[in-house]
């Protein structure tokens, strides 16, 4: 797509009140720096950074007032949580369904959407007024992740791998009331501790005390890390682990899905999550660490 359309795109959706910045052509990626700080509703400072290329176009969902429901499709590799291993639920749209069915309310699909270039769709909504709510992945159901305070979209008008993503004509609906409470309740309930890590450190603990060590260790570093140095921190703990699935100590699907987890309880975006796990594990792995007889590295 050409530089002006994208341009144009980006200044409707400043127009609405959204704050955008540039993703990087062709990507999902920021091209910038600081993006939740620099997006910008700004005519000026838009039309200078379009004019550069062809870039995509984010938008800021905390600055903009935003509550953004990623509604995902499976990978073809994905593992079904057992809780949603049942007939009908095939997509994170069903999920949605069916938590509104239990909680005896219309499905909330009656807002502003864009469909994303892999078939998943977002769902707009306009962030509460005494409620934060926070960035998370997976928490409320199974593929769904909620972009709010500390994420990003990727925005309606964005080619991503040659896709192009694609909005509706609707209106942005309220966050209904029955999801602002789920989301606080899950805010409320995302601290970040180790707990919701127990099966995966025990069936690691079956193989290796050491690994099951070090994979803790990871963890907790994760955890703890500052705002500003969690991307950083989690690279490095990606890093560590990769050089014990190279040197055949950890699985990679259990060393992915214990930093993806990580990753989601201190609210980084999960698509940049998934790339910095998936370059860390794949770097530490080329450095391979092996156990010696004495179970040490």
Known sequence: MASTELMRAAL????RGWRVFPLRPNDKRPAIRDWEARATTDVVRIRKAWERGPFGIGIACGPSGLVVLD???PKPSAVRPPEWNRPGITDGADVLAALAEHHDVEPPMETYSVRTGSGGEHLYYAAPQDVAIRN???RIGWL????????YVVA????????TYQASEARVAP???????LLAEENDDAHPDRAGFAPLLDAVGRRSAYTAAALR??????LAAAPGHRNHTLNAAAFALGQLVGGGLLP?????AALAEASAAIGLPAAEAHRTIRSGLTAGARCPRRASSEGRP
């Open 12 to 15: 409707s959706h400043a127009a």
């Open 71 to 73: 509604l995902d499709r």
């Open 136 to 138: 998370s992945a997976g």
């Open 144 to 151: 769904i992740d909620v972009r709010a305070a500390g994420g």
């Open 156 to 163: 309606a008008g964005s080619v991503v791998r040659g896709r």
């Open 175 to 181: 966050l209904p009331v029955w999801l602002t409470r």
């Open 217 to 222: 260790g990871e963890l907790d570093r994760v």
């Open 252 to 256: 990679e699907g259990l060393a992915t």
